[in-house]
């Protein structure tokens, strides 16, 4: 039993330090965003808290939806269906979200059972399209997406 409370002991220790390194690579990776976008004015502290806010505001209600709190989702967003170069937007939005949604873990692709899809309603259809699977599909508002595949 002492080894078993000291194996969870362990495992919490390392999912937060996995936390508070994905914190300074989300910080980095906003700020160097922000700085391309906004050169003439470095962002302070209130910019990154607010921008994590509604980020986290948007995921709440797919959080509170999935039916585990800690397990792995699979992750899209439009750069993901079009040949856009907007990898340094993609790295952010994915990073937020593994920041956001935190213990789950969010992973890039469609190979897992749940699927959250950030994306426009247009290639939300054509994903699914041509995923040929079928899926459950729970709609959110600022085109987000949870879909579970059906077994």
């Known amino acids: 039993m002492l080894k078993t409370m000291q194996q969870t002991k362990n495992k919490y220790l390392i999912l937060d330090s996995l936390r508070k390194i994905v914190l300074l690579w989300l910080l980095f990776t906003i700020f160097s965003a922000l700085i391309k976008q906004i050169p003439e004015k470095a962002p302070d502290a209130q910019t990154y808290t607010v921008l994590i806010s509604k980020w986290e505001e948007r995921f709440k209600p797919i959080k509170e939806d999935l039916p585990f709190e800690q397990g792995v989702v699979s992750y899209l967003n ?4 079009t040949n856009v170069d907007d990898e340094g937007n993609m790295a952010a939005e994915y990073v937020l979200t593994q920041f956001v949604m935190a213990p789950t873990i969010v992973q890039q692709g469609d190979k897992h059972e749940w699927v959250l899809l950030n994306m426009t309603e247009k290639n939300f259809k054509i994903w699914l399209e041509k995923k040929g699977e079928a899926y459950t ?3 959110y508002s600022s085109n987000l997406y949870l879909a579970q595949r059906i077994k």
């Open 78 to 81: 439009d750069a993901n269906m």
């Open 137 to 139: 599909v729970s709609s």
